[in-house]
């Protein structure tokens, strides 16, 4: 389908480009970021063929690093093919590639973030004057984009497993990390099996006879859907672990996401989910904070994943 082009922006982005795919009847093209390699790997096998455009900057980066980007950007997401049917995933990363695709008269349709529920993400704020729509998870995002918002469910993948519990408890935050939650739970988790996906934290620093730690691995869902328990930050595998697999989840806010969710988004997506949520670790007085959510995780809240709704909704733009 090459028709149809999908701009996988990096970490949890690149996870709603890979749930569509998933669904869709046949390989389509797709724009990552420039030496993503972890993107690359989650695609490549629903790719036909895979753009690279340079990133405008990471959530705690300056607007500096973009400025410094800028031109390549535009140049290669200019001279990006003509399609019909163009999905930004959000970031900065989406918003020229979409643009370009808008001006040469293709339909685009932007994906907001699972946790934006009282603030508009930037970029698809941005995305949203010219998509001819955006994409919502809760029927509480229906506020943010009134005219344009289309609520199709949760955005998550086909789960590949039975979900079971074979005792440990996952950490992860994501494709960047989260150093100052890891060295907590390392430190004061004592005597329970951890697995911890580090990102771009160096995992070996962590590593002993309890804890197992790498730094990504493309199929993070096997470990998701054999875990006891997932402890994250306010990103999407919060849902995922809730949706797909019916895991009671913990929510540790990342104070370092500047350009990322707000504190009140971020307490109100924890709620919809039923999950347990924390402030960041440098706000805590006392680490018996993370121990007592452990010992006492919310259950997790049910839901159809939304994923085929979206699906069948680009098709019929076709």
């Not at 497993?161 to 935050?173: C, M, Q, R």
């Not at 875990?227 to 994250?232: C, K, Q």
């Not at 006392?286 to 069948?312: C, H, M, Q, S």
Request: aromatic share 12%; net charge positive.
């Amino acid at each position: 389908m090459s028709r149809i082009l999908i701009i996988a922006s990096g970490g949890g982005h690149t996870g709603f480009a890979r749930a569509i795919a998933q669904y869709l009847p046949e390989k389509v093209d797709f724009v990552i970021p420039k030496n993503d390699s972890y993107s690359r790997q989650m695609i490549s096998q629903y790719a036909n063929k895979i753009y690279e455009i340079p990133k405008g900057r990471e959530p705690d980066e300056s607007s500096l690093v973009l400025f410094k980007r800028l031109f390549s950007i535009i140049m290669k997401s200019a001279n990006l093919k003509k399609y019909d049917l163009i999905i930004a995933t959000g970031s900065n990363h989406s918003i020229f590639p979409s643009f370009f695709q808008y001006l040469k008269g293709g339909k685009v349709y932007g994906i907001e973030s699972q946790d934006r529920l009282i603030t508009k993400g930037k970029a698809i704020s941005i995305i949203s004057n010219y998509a001819k729509g955006i994409f919502l998870h809760w029927q509480e995002q229906k506020r943010l984009y009134e005219k344009k918002g289309i609520v199709v469910g949760p955005i998550v993948e086909k789960p590949k497993y039975e979900s079971k519990d074979e005792g440990y408890i996952l950490v992860t935050a994501g494709s960047i990390g989260f150093k100052r939650l890891f060295d907590v739970v390392v430190k004061y988790v004592i005597g329970k099996r951890i697995v911890m996906q580090t990102g771009k934290v160096d995992p070996t620093i962590y590593r002993n006879q309890n804890i197992t730690t790498f730094s990504f691995d493309p199929d993070l869902e096997k470990w998701i859907a054999n875990a006891s328990l997932v402890i994250t930050h306010q990103g999407k595998t919060a849902m995922e672990a809730v949706v797909m697999y019916r895991k009671p989840v913990i929510i540790v806010y990342n104070n370092d996401w500047k350009s990322a969710t707000t504190l009140s988004d971020a307490k109100k997506y924890a709620k919809i989910l039923g999950a347990t949520f924390l402030s960041d670790p440098i706000t805590w007085s006392d680490y018996n904070v993370l121990l007592e959510a452990i010992e006492n995780a919310n259950k997790p809240n049910v839901f159809d994943i939304g994923t085929p709704n979206l699906v069948r909704h680009i098709l019929s733009e076709l």
